[in-house]
């Protein structure tokens, strides 16, 4: 079974700091690797995915990283801004249906 | 746009009791998924359904049915429910594909206390 960690649980930064959150996972027979938001009662909202075969994708700020071969992700987070606070999940796609989350990172940006 | 949309919100429950969660989309999905978030752990998917009338078991499915009449509505069962089954359970809908790629949209999430 995937298993996914993130690292740290959570993270407090000033705003304007540039940030890395990271991700592992213990096999990398995967589809794909996503990362997500997460707010204070409310569900989960899709920021990046990478596909298996992908090194890297952007989506302005936000930048995610793949490495299949040491299990790892990060998502580097650019000039950091307080709406940028939540819970950060981390997802493994291994099957057409199979997504593995991580416990997530909550991150507070400090104006 | 709704999107995906969970009914109830909340909900408090005696042990035995039962209920239906539903779930609604409207992107015309073909997939969807129910799954529970505890604290400490990640979400775990409980059932999912790859279209109408088909539906299959996840993670953890003991304790739960699942029904797929319309392609648009995903319904969650407890038959009796149980304290272990206090949890937040989202709903996801995704588009199909051959490789899997294609991100899965959540729902608000249902909060669910079993007394």
């Known amino acids: 079974k995937q298993e996914v960690t993130q690292i740290p649980a959570a993270l407090s930064v000033p705003e304007g700091e540039n940030l890395v959150l990271n991700c592992s996972f213990t096999?990398?027979?995967?589809?794909?690797l996503q990362w997500f938001r997460q707010d204070p009662g409310k569900g989960l909202t899709s920021l990046l995915l990478i596909q298996s075969s992908q090194r890297e994708q952007t989506s302005g700020r936000l930048n995610a990283s793949l490495d299949k071969s040491s299990g790892r992700s990060t998502l580097y987070i650019a000039a950091s801004q307080p709406g940028d606070s939540a819970t950060y999940l981390c997802?493994?796609?291994?099957?057409?249906?199979?997504?593995?989350f991580g416990t997530g990172t909550r991150l507070t940006v400090i104006p | 746009n709704a999107g995906v949309t969970q009914t109830p919100k909340f909900r408090v429950l005696k042990t035995g009791q039962s209920m239906t969660l539903l779930c609604a989309q409207d992107?015309?999905?073909?997939?969807m998924y129910w799954y529970r978030q505890d604290p400490g752990m990640g979400l775990r998917l409980i059932h999912y359904?790859?279209?109408?009338?088909?539906?299959a078991k996840g993670e953890v499915p003991d304790g739960y049915n699942v029904s797929r009449l319309k392609k648009q509505n995903f319904l969650l069962g407890l038959e009796s429910a149980a304290p272990s089954q206090t949890s937040v359970y989202f709903c996801?809908?995704?588009?199909?594909?051959?490789?899997?790629?294609?991100?899965?949209?959540f729902g608000d999430g249902t909060r669910l206390s079993i007394l």
């Open positions: 996801a809908s995704s588009y199909s594909s051959g490789d899997g790629n294609q991100p899965q949209h």
């Open positions: 096999d990398s027979a995967i589809y794909n």
């Open positions: 992107m015309n999905h073909e997939y």
């Open positions: 359904s790859v279209g109408e009338g088909t539906t």
């Open positions: 997802a493994i796609q291994t099957g057409a249906n199979n997504l593995f």
